[in-house]
């Protein structure tokens, strides 16, 4: 289901930063909010989550230079991406669960809920 909508891709070059959002058209709360990522033939991938309001994890070439943090309204989140690469380019999705855990939160069977999508392109 699409209650879910990302802002902010965009097109920088090579160590450029840019900044997604995602908010929801429900309050209710969720366990988990996650960022994914998908490039033209390949599984869409789990980027960041943050989890129960307070535990974040990272895709390990996210870690270090992308930070998931809430957003300004409740049932948000944020994703900061600094350093950006090429190998970064893909459409980034957001998705939330009421059901989450630290060792499922990158499996996209997991999530009910998801955004439509948001394009970023990192040039060199």
């Known amino acids: 289901a699409q209650v879910l909508a990302e802002s902010g891709g965009g097109s920088v070059h090579t160590g450029g930063s840019l900044r997604l959002s995602c908010t929801s058209s429900?309050?209710?709360?969720?366990?988990?909010m996650t960022w994914f990522r998908q490039v033209p033939g390949k599984e869409r991938e789990g980027v960041a989550v943050?989890?129960?309001?307070?535990?974040?994890y990272y895709e390990s070439s996210a870690l270090g230079r992308f930070t998931i943090t809430q957003g300004s309204k409740e049932n948000s989140i944020t994703l900061q991406m600094n350093n950006l690469r090429p190998e970064d380019t893909a459409v980034y999705y957001c998705?939330?669960?009421?059901?989450?855990?630290?060792?499922?939160?990158?499996?996209?069977?997991?999530?009910?809920?998801w955004g439509q999508g948001t394009q970023v392109t990192v040039s060199s």
């Open positions: 429900t309050n209710t709360p969720f366990a988990c």
């Open positions: 998705a939330a669960s009421f059901s989450c855990s630290f060792d499922n939160w990158g499996r996209r069977e997991r999530y009910y809920y």
């Open positions: 943050y989890i129960g309001g307070a535990s974040s």
